[in-house]
């Protein structure tokens, strides 16, 4: 491969890999799921939903029951947050199935998927995020989270959320499926923040000028893109770059040493 940190573990195995104190595990599920644990918490981003678009990855069947019904390691998650209400990323009856399995679960997300879940959750366990300019703070389940209102795209008026918090000193900074620009980061007030792990948009990779502006606002250690298609995925722009590989080498040009994993999915485990 090429300088990108590559890491060959397997997604199931690495998911239940044990962590010491002051450890925290960055699991990427696919699409823009995300399983973020420390000793004691336990984080699910965008890992309930059910479909996608025909390039999307959806999650295998037994982890997609697994996680609705809170078993094994979704079995004691203590916060879900939801970027934003589209398929790929949220599905109303796989969120109420978690949280009729899960007591202790809270919801942070858009007013549209809270609304659309409030006949099933009650008021103390769901937080909803209405649209503004400055960053809203929400403290559920012993985690302070801070939610960022990002663009979805300039043509998109869709609600997208970027949910910043810390597990165990590390910062983990999820942005969803946002297309801003630098100047629309930095308005956000993203730049005010240090963040350790940000988890981002493959498609700010593509596009060097896109890039620079991004990595001049996180300024993240670790950066891992989330979102790729599925490697099999009849998409013009995976033919363009020689497939999934090729997707991965040009990300990899752009912005050398990204962790990537083979497929897109995989873990990052015990990070101090």
């Not at 962590?19 to 973020?36: F, H, Q, W």
């Not at 590989?245 to 040493?257: C, F, H, M, V, Y």
Request: charged residues 20%; contains cysteine.
């Amino acid at each position: 491969m090429t300088s990108r940190f590559l890491l060959s573990v397997l997604l199931t195995l690495a998911l239940l890999w044990p962590g010491g104190a002051g450890a925290v595990s960055v699991c990427v599920l696919g699409n823009e799921a995300v399983r973020i644990s420390s000793q004691n918490k336990r984080v699910l981003i965008d890992g309930l939903y059910r479909e996608g678009y025909p390039e999307d990855v959806i999650l295998a069947a037994d982890l997609r029951q697994r996680i609705e019904t809170a078993e094994g390691e979704f079995d004691r998650l203590d916060l879900v947050l939801v970027t934003h209400s589209h398929k790929d990323h949220f599905n109303a009856a796989a969120v109420i199935r978690h949280f009729a399995n899960n007591p202790q679960a809270r919801l942070i997300s858009t007013l549209e998927v809270v609304q659309a879940v409030a006949g099933e959750i009650p008021v103390a366990r769901r937080h909803s995020v209405p649209p503004s300019v400055e960053p809203v703070a929400i403290r559920a389940s012993g985690i302070d989270v801070l939610v960022f209102n990002l663009n979805h795209g300039a043509s998109n008026e869709t609600q997208n959320l970027g949910f910043l918090f810390e597990l165990d000193g590390k910062t983990i900074f999820h942005l969803g499926d946002t297309m801003a620009s630098r100047a629309e980061l930095e308005a956000a007030g993203v730049a005010d923040h240090p963040v350790d792990v940000a988890l981002v948009p493959f498609w700010y990779y593509l596009y060097e000028e896109r890039a620079k502006g991004l990595d001049g606002v996180l300024k993240a250690e670790t950066v891992i893109p989330i979102h790729l298609p599925r490697p099999d995925a009849d998409k013009q722009y995976l033919t363009r770059f020689g497939g999934f590989e090729g997707l991965q080498a040009a990300i990899d040009k752009i912005r050398p040493n990204m962790v990537q994993f083979e497929g897109g999915a995989g873990c990052l485990a015990n990070l101090r």
